[in-house]
């Protein structure tokens, strides 16, 4: 790893009058790195998201991108920065094509229409969809929805993919493709991704690194495989094994 | 070519050879027509495109209208440098509007509220202006009414009849051009989702600006032409609520964020108008607000029975959906 990690969050902290939803949460992301943010209900994890892309302004703590902050910038600006983020409850442009949702997004870095249809399409083939790209976004199936959720992010050209539960409500097959676009993504474009994901599947065959968050407090941190035997984690998130 | 560019050009053909049939009468029932299409397509970039409510749309129409008459009147400017001035001032105004509304966060009805509080205090205020006339009204010295004065806008009504068709055919290119373009995909997000635009990097308030600055600068042209064409003014009609009603009808009735919306929406709903007048006064009815009442039906009829406009509805019976592959989306 640089001297700089690509992703660096340190000491946030995030109250909504009194609750403290976030308490102290640090972790860092290199460059290439997929990591997941794993965590039961209510732990924080989208504020945690929200807090990276601006959405919220954090009460404490640093959030940087390549050694510069994100601290006090508008979510646009850290779109600009290099970070795309889909959101848990999609958000899809209903009245638009799919395509136009998708070319919207790559209007980020270029202002030419044509270019961004083309790299629209690009996308749309990679996650399975270039045959509704005619269609109107409204019309599509969830997990369809999601897949233009992450292909719009994609399409902005980030350095780092912030994913909020992408694979739910997916079958398992589903989450199996979804899970080898990503991998090919990261291995051949040396994306970086952060994903908050509740299916295990996803989270084990994916990340190469869990932080896991409690109660808006971090747990613990570290490979998949010492994660998911880490008592902590067993206790407060996947629950013990009947003996 | 396209069948829509076809249908756009058999409108224009249309409308351009209507005077060597129709009478006085007739033309001036189109130069309603091709101006409420006018200014209904300015309307539609905001709410149509960027979907922001305005229900104060006359404040551009009466700025635009009153700045090219005063300058006018009072220094002899002719109207093809009066406009600049027009656009320039409702511009202005509408930035104020949009950035007191958007910097404070005022949305949906709200931001509508809002911009109808600043239609009526200026109707307000320029009742209150001696200079503009008053409530009494602002008067342009009529002219001679046979030549053809492009600069000073003073002629014929067959010129003013080309000048708005020429307007309206001007806007809808440029609507056209807009939709396909980075800015106009810019809206369209924004009119879909705030916050998922803003994930994508869209500056949301500069978009919204853009819209509401554009639109108003347009708008304002239809006022200049409404100003030279009826030769007067009155604040409470130049600013009044019920023409900011009349602006958005044509657009809603033909299809919101549509490129022929407004224009068939004025084809129908002003010679809807015109009919209910003659229908009723043939058969007698002397009752008042009769029109209104059937005005008002009409319109509920095709609201109730083309909730996404006639447009879109026509669009599809007419074979004219966007085709595919060909990497355009029509609207």
Known sequence: MSAAPLLLVEGLVKNFRGLRAVDGVSFSVGAGEVVALIGPNGAGKTTVFNMIAGVFQPDGGRVELEGASLVGLRPDQVCRAGVGRTFQLVKPFGNISVEENVLIGALRWTHDVGQARRRAREVLDLLGLADKRRQMARGLTLPDRKCLEVARALATGPKLLLLDEVMAGLRPAETDRMVETFRTLNRETGLTIVLIEHVMRAVMALSQRVVVINTGKPVCEGTPDEVVRDPRVLDCYLGQETP | MSRQAILLGLLLAAFALAPLVAGPYLLSVLVVVMYFAYVGQAWNIMMGFAGQLSLGHTLYVGLGAYTAAALFVHLGVPAVFGLFASVAVAALAGGVVGSLGFRFGVKGVYFALLTIAFAEFTRILFEHIPGLGGPGGLFLPVGDRSGIDLVHLRGHPLMFYYLILAMTAGIFLLCRRLVRSRLGYTWLAVREDQE????????????????????????????????????????????????????????????????????????????????????????????????????????????????????????????????????????
Do not use: H
């Open chain 2, 196 to 331: 998922a635009a803003a994930a994508l990097g869209i500056n949301v308030f500069r978009a919204k600006l853009a819209a509401v600055m554009l639109s108003a600068g347009l708008t304002a042209l239809g006022g200049v032409f409404f100003a030279f064409y009826y030769n007067n003014l009155f604040p409470n009609q130049a600013f009044g609520m019920n023409r900011s009603i009349e602006i958005i009808l044509a657009p809603i009735v033909g299809g919101l964020g549509t490129l022929f919306g407004p224009i068939l929406g004025a084809l129908i709903l002003t010679p809807l108008g015109e009919g209910i007048t003659m229908a009723t006064e043939a058969m007698g009815f002397k009752a008042a607000g009769i029109k209104q009442l059937c005005y008002g039906l009409a319109l509920l009829a095709i609201v109730k029975f083309l909730p996404d406009g006639v447009w879109p509805w026509a669009r599809a019976r007419l074979g004219l959906e966007p085709g595919d592959g060909d990497g355009e989306d029509d609207r």
